[in-house]
């Protein structure tokens, strides 16, 4: 299902993106890394309506 899907991926790109911010020594190198990447890799569609966005993006989490 797509939702199962989106979760998996966010969650193992999430992963990926802290083993790499491991890589650094300080935590500021760490968190300016994970800033840096995850601003890399978003893409925004500014037609897409933001509540349709936010809506998407918290669902999309895995509080469990």
Same mark, same amino acid.
């Given at each position: 299902? !797509?939702?199962?899907?989106?979760?998996? %991926?966010?969650?193992?790109?999430?992963?990926? =993106? =802290? /083993?790499?911010?491991?890589?650094?020594?300080? !935590?500021?190198?760490? /968190?300016?890394?994970?800033?840096?990447?995850?601003? $890399? =890799?978003? *893409?925004? *569609?500014? $037609?897409?309506? %933001?509540? !349709? %966005?936010?809506?998407?993006?918290? $669902?999309? %989490? *895995?509080?469990?």
């Amino acid at each position: 299902n !797509d939702i199962n899907n989106a979760k998996y %991926l966010f969650n193992y790109s999430a992963n990926k =993106i =802290i /083993e790499n911010a491991n890589n650094y020594s300080t !935590d500021f190198e760490k /968190e300016k890394y994970v800033h840096d990447t995850i601003i $890399n =890799i978003t *893409d925004y *569609d500014s $037609n897409e309506k %933001l509540i !349709d %966005l936010i809506w998407y993006n918290i $669902n999309s %989490l *895995d509080f469990g």
